[in-house]
């Protein structure tokens, strides 16, 4: 197997329904220059073009055998497995490839992008700015991220900052240069939730367009005609609010148990609430990514409140937006 590095692009590292292909250990050369996308029904395929004028080209992978008919048994077996995951951001990949025991080419194609990395730093300050305050105190005024953490740490030479750091390192009952790795690793914790607090918060104004469309569908003269069909809708609505309730509830019970941890300054807290995120990566995935196709797919194809009109909305819900809820 040829194990040459496949550049990953911004894109596929960041998007929640993308999975990069070269980084998977398969044999076919070509299979690992394409990409395993969820469609608009939740389906996993494997997109082997998209382009503007070419549009996406997608093979479900049971129909892999007619476009690659050299594909081995093992690759096959590998994407099997990979359809089945109901998520592709790297932190539900992480832990979800491990207990596939499927072996990555470049662990690098497991973290997100600078880019996202910087974007994300307003939200970091949530779950940093209390750590920045224990450890540092007003030498700590203007960090957002782990890195300027990290970097502060390499450079600290105030007694008061020692002494702090001292304390926090006999609280988690390690040593003083243990902590850049304990920095580092509940700093990728913090960015995990960023990083889906953030996914949530983007597809909010495409949510509110649709509840809008729903209560236009509910209060047509002609829909109302066909009870059915607004019940069908209205279920619809009904599996989308019920997943953006459970996120919110997740992350509001992470800020309570992050300002607990900061509060108490036990070692048992902080490995709780380790614990209790990275425990919560793979379900929090599972519900964005759906909620994000499904609502990025209502904007390609309503991308205005004027556009459509209740019966194509109705229409396009029943017949393609429903398709792949568990409903």
């Known amino acids: 197997m040829d194990a040459k590095a496949i550049t990953i692009s911004n894109e596929d590292r960041d998007r929640i329904h993308i999975l990069p292909l070269s980084?998977?250990?398969?044999?076919?050369?070509?299979?690992?220059?394409?990409?395993?996308?969820?469609?608009?029904?939740?389906?996993?395929?494997?997109?082997?073009?998209?382009?503007?004028?070419?549009?996406?080209?997608?093979v479900a992978?049971?129909?892999?055998?007619?476009?690659?008919?050299?594909?081995?048994?093992?690759?096959?077996?590998?994407?099997?497995?990979l359809s089945e995951l109901h998520s592709y951001d790297v932190y539900s990949l992480r832990r979800l490839l491990r207990e596939l025991e499927i072996d990555v080419t470049d662990q690098s194609g497991l973290q997100l992008s600078k880019q996202k990395q910087d974007e994300?730093?307003?939200?970091?300050?949530?779950?940093?700015?209390?750590?920045i305050v224990k450890l540092y105190g007003d030498e700590g005024v203007g960090l957002e991220k782990p890195d300027d953490l990290l970097e502060l740490f390499k450079h600290?030479?105030?007694?008061?900052?020692?002494?702090?750091?001292?304390?926090?390192?006999?609280?988690?009952?390690?040593?003083?240069?243990?902590?850049?790795k304990v920095l580092a690793d509940y700093g990728d914790l913090y960015m995990s939730i960023s990083y889906y607090r953030e996914?949530?918060?983007?597809?909010?104004?495409?949510?509110?367009?649709?509840n809008a469309s729903i209560d236009e569908i509910r209060s047509n003269r002609q829909l109302q005609q066909n009870q059915?069909?607004?019940?069908?809708?209205?279920?619809?609505?009904?599996?989308?609010?019920?997943?953006?309730?459970?996120?919110f509830k997740r992350f509001k019970s992470f800020d309570e148990t992050s300002d607990a941890m900061w509060r108490s300054g036990e070692a048992d807290a902080f490995g709780a609430f380790g614990q209790s995120i990275s425990g919560s990566q793979t379900a929090l995935g599972s519900m964005l990514c759906a909620l994000t196709v499904?609502?990025?797919?209502?904007?390609?194809?309503?991308?205005?409140?004027?556009?459509?009109?209740?019966?194509?909305?109705?229409?396009?819900?029943?017949?393609?937006?429903?398709q792949g809820l568990e409903i």
């Open 294 to 322: 499904k609502m990025n797919d209502w904007q390609t194809q309503f991308p205005h409140a004027n556009v459509g009109g209740p019966l194509k909305w109705a229409d396009y819900i029943v017949n393609d937006m429903r």
């Open 156 to 180: 600290s030479e105030s007694k008061h900052v020692l002494h702090n750091l001292k304390l926090f390192a006999q609280t988690l009952s390690i040593q003083v240069d243990e902590i850049p």
């Open 228 to 247: 059915n069909l607004i019940q069908s809708c209205t279920q619809v609505q009904s599996k989308f609010k019920s997943i953006a309730t459970d996120l």
């Open 61 to 81: 992978v049971g129909q892999l055998k007619t476009v690659f008919r050299d594909i081995s048994y093992e690759d096959l077996a590998v994407l099997k497995k």
């Open 120 to 131: 994300l730093a307003g939200y970091m300050k949530l779950f940093t700015r209390p750590l």
């Open 199 to 210: 996914l949530l918060q983007s597809i909010g104004p495409i949510f509110g367009q649709f």
């Open 23 to 58: 980084m998977i250990p398969l044999n076919a050369q070509m299979l690992r220059k394409t990409r395993m996308v969820k469609n608009s029904h939740l389906e996993s395929v494997v997109e082997l073009y998209k382009g503007d004028e070419t549009g996406s080209g997608q």
